[in-house]
């Protein structure tokens, strides 16, 4: 840590203190720190005013108790998270996870980044993000229905349009979140379709919702391919997972041109060299929720698929982690050096570890930091957001392109940033920066809460 500024090496053990033992959260809050020498250097206000320290702290954090019935009539119980970290800039704003390894430091890390990615938005919403260890996988229907409606049945006091306002995660779909609005509904007898963003196209969803994400991602690496005066044409990628983010990843990079020839899931990766075939994979992941194995079968001869091992080891020129946190350790960023790859880009929330992002930098790899890549999903709940607020609905082609556009201004933004601070082509430094200022602004406005 000898690089930190001495005011932020303060911040840091402070926090790692007072969160002990929450290691993906003292990550997270490393990787902002780092970039924010310069800053506290030019302003020192923020300092003096303990800004970062407040930002360090969430407002408020719940835990709570989530009993519910399998379907053998046997009592589960689960561990229930909401942690609202920050509502300068506007009501807490973040998705809820449902994955057996959520605990609280993983719930701190994902509402700390989610700050900064939304500030980043230049939208009006606050950052938090919520979940439970309960696992969805091989669960009934009626197992994840009455799992949601015990999860709500504590959580809806504490949200509401103008509070806090949650949407999907790993593990968490329209499934779910159908599932966990009609609880809010029946509970609050209020139709209040602004509590919750992700929902479906019936009732309250917004087109382009469940494409954001992914489709954000893509944008933002196009954008870095234009400002080098390439294109998606004929390139190379490989993108991890084959959930939401994965998904509409792929789809988006065919759209542009580029090959996907690999994706994953925890039980190992396929390899394509012919193309990821999107309708197999949809079938397969959204319609009857297996696993990655089954494409080879459904694909024929041209697939392969390779069981317990990294996704990394396929060469590439792209490579888009869109699964999950810390899935890039070093040697997977060794690997994906050796075979060439040139762009690195999070849509996943810190897929990549430290090690890995050190030897991205060293190999003159560019690397784009989650917060800003993947922001088009929150960006766009935020016009899901607004179109409920107005009882508007807007096209596809339209909420398409103003999603285009955001992440084009996110992407511009991360490098005038970055030139300003004196760090020139450096996104991890542009997106922490220019998220930290326009929140630390509101901060300073609002005065000492
Ligand atoms: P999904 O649950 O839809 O998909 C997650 C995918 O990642 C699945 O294919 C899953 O495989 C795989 N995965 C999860 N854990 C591991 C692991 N340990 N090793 C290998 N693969 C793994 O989640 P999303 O697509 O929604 O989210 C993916 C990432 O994107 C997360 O980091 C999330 O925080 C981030 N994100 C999501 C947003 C959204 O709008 N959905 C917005 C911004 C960020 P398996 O099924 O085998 O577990």
């Not at 509402?111 to 696992?135: A, R, V, Y």
């Not at 494409?295 to 990394?312: I, L, N």
């Not at 709940?381 to 996110?410: G, P």
Request: glycine fraction near 12%.
């Amino acid at each position: 840590m000898a690089e930190l500024h001495p005011k932020l090496q303060a911040i840091f053990e402070e926090v790692t203190r007072r969160n002990a033992g929450e290691t993906e959260f003292h990550q997270a809050v490393t990787e902002v720190l780092m970039s924010l020498g310069p800053v506290v250097a030019k302003h020192p206000e923020y300092a003096d005013n303990a800004v970062i320290r407040r930002l360090c702290e969430p407002e408020r954090q719940i835990i709570f108790r989530v009993p519910w019935h399998d379907d053998s009539g046997t009592v589960q119980i689960n561990r229930g998270f909401r942690v609202e970290f920050n509502s300068a800039l506007g009501p807490f704003k973040g998705g809820l996870r449902f994955h057996p390894s959520v605990y609280l430091g993983i719930v701190k890390f994902l509402g700390f980044e989610q700050i900064f990615k939304n500030s980043l938005t230049g939208l009006p919403i606050g950052g938090g993000k919520g979940g439970s260890d309960f696992d969805p996988k091989g669960r009934s229907d009626a197992e994840v229905m009455r799992f949601c409606q015990s999860f709500m049945t504590e959580l809806y006091r504490h949200i509401g349009e103008y509070t806090d306002v949650p949407a999907g995660d790993i593990g968490v779909g329209m499934r779910e979140i159908g599932y966990m609005f009609g609880q809010y509904k029946r509970i609050t007898n209020r139709y209040e379709s602004g509590v919750f963003t992700g929902k479906g196209l019936t009732w309250g969803g917004s087109q382009v919702r469940t494409e954001a994400t992914g489709y954000g991602t893509v944008f933002f690496v196009d954008e870095i391919l234009r400002a080098t005066g390439q294109s998606f044409d004929g390139k190379r990628v490989v993108v991890s997972g084959s959930g939401n983010v994965a998904i509409y990843a792929i789809e988006k990079v065919h759209a542009l041109g580029g090959i996907v020839v690999a994706c994953s899931d925890s039980g190992g990766y396929v390899v394509d060299d012919k193309g990821i075939d999107l309708d197999i994979l949809k079938e397969i992941k959204e319609v009857h929720r297996g696993r990655i194995d089954d494409y080879v079968e459904a694909r024929g001869g041209t697939s392969q698929f390779v069981a317990d091992r990294s996704v990394w080891e396929v060469p590439c020129d792209i490579a888009l982690p869109c699964a999950t946190q810390n899935e890039v350790s070093g040697t997977d960023a060794g690997l994906l050096i050796e075979s060439g790859c040139r762009i690195v880009a999070e849509g996943a929330n810190m897929p990549c570890t430290p090690e890995a992002v050190k030897l991205f930098d060293q190999a003159g790899v560019t690397f784009a930091p989650g917060k800003a890549v993947n922001a088009g999903g929150v960006a766009t709940s935020a016009l899901e957001m607004q179109q409920n607020a107005s009882r508007d609905s807007w096209t596809f082609d339209e909420t398409e392109e103003r999603l285009a556009e955001i992440m084009r201004r996110i992407h511009d933004r991360c490098l005038s940033t970055a030139d300003e601070y004196g760090q020139p082509g450096n996104y991890v430094a542009g997106a922490n920066i220019a998220g930290f200022i326009r929140v630390a602004d509101a901060m300073l406005a609002l005065g000492l809460v």
